[in-house]
Every structure is written in structure tokens, then in C-alpha cells.
């Protein structure tokens, strides 16, 4: 992204705002008191075309200005992450899941088939993002983009 860590940081940690550029997450509600670091708890209501599923996520990982990690405990499961780190020109955002469906989603053999279709949304979602932390940066030069 041709911005800054600052910047990316900024929308990457504001977790409820993640619904504004998640085209698969139609809203986020906390369910913690807190709004960023490990132990935060967000209910995540998902819809990929027809499907929809309610899942609660926590923060398993906070490291400012670097990484969120999030554990997946509803009806899908596992891990995901966001990685940040400079480089020329800006910064490099990495998202990584390791996702488990349940059996009346098809498990396994339901997660290889939805992984080029999630993987498509998912790339649509970060240019959604990479949109929103440019055209900040460019409107608020001086708040570390």
C-alpha cells in the first residue's frame, strides 16, 4: 500500500470498521468492553452469497503497529492474521487463514472448493482497503501516512 505503517495500522486496528471494507462481513458488534488488544471479542455476522453464518472472533494476537491475530469460534474455526511491515514506497499488508468448516458445510472437501472463492473475495476486500488507507492518507498527509 502507498502509505504508511501508521496509516495502515489505523484501519487495520479499528476492528468494528472492518465492515466497511469487508465486502463478506455485513457488521461487526463488540462483545467486550475493550476495542483493541488481545482478549477483544466481536461477533461477526458473514454472508458469502447464499450462506450466512454468526461467528464470534477474539484477539489472540496484538502487536501495535505490526499484527492482529484472531481466533475463529463459531461455526467456522481457526486462526487469521494480519501482518504489517514497511517497505519502499509504503507498506506491505499480509492476510493469512487457516479456516476449519464444519461437517454441514461440507468440512474439508467444502473448504478446498470455497478456497478459490474466498480467496477472491478476500483480494477484493484488501483492494477495498488499500482504496480506504490511500485516499486517507492523501486527504491527512501529516497523521503518519
Do not use: C
Not at 9 to 20: G, K
Not at 78 to 99: H, M, N, Y
Not at 124 to 141: D, F, M, Y
Amino acid at each position: 500500500m502507498a502509505a504508511g505503517v501508521d496509516a495502515v495500522w489505523r484501519e487495520a486496528s479499528d476492528l468494528p470498521a472492518h465492515a466497511e471494507w469487508m465486502a463478506d462481513a455485513e457488521s461487526i458488534e463488540l462483545l467486550s468492553d475493550q476495542r483493541r488488544g488481545i482478549g477483544t471479542r466481536m461477533k461477526v455476522a458473514s454472508k458469502l452469497g447464499p450462506l450466512r453464518t454468526s461467528d464470534v472472533m477474539e484477539v489472540v494476537r496484538w502487536e501495535e503497529n505490526s499484527l492482529i491475530g484472531v481466533r475463529h469460534v463459531g461455526l467456522v474455526t481457526g486462526l487469521g492474521e494480519f501482518a504489517i511491515s514497511p517497505v519502499a514506497g509504503g507498506t506491505r499488508f499480509t492476510w493469512t487463514e487457516d479456516l476449519r468448516l464444519p461437517w454441514r458445510l461440507g468440512g474439508p472437501i467444502g473448504a478446498y472448493l470455497a478456497k478459490p472463492v474466498l480467496r477472491a473475495l478476500w483480494r477484493g476486500n484488501l483492494t477495498r482497503l488499500k482504496k480506504r488507507v490511500e485516499s486517507a492518507s492523501v486527504r491527512h498527509p501529516n497523521q503518519g501516512g
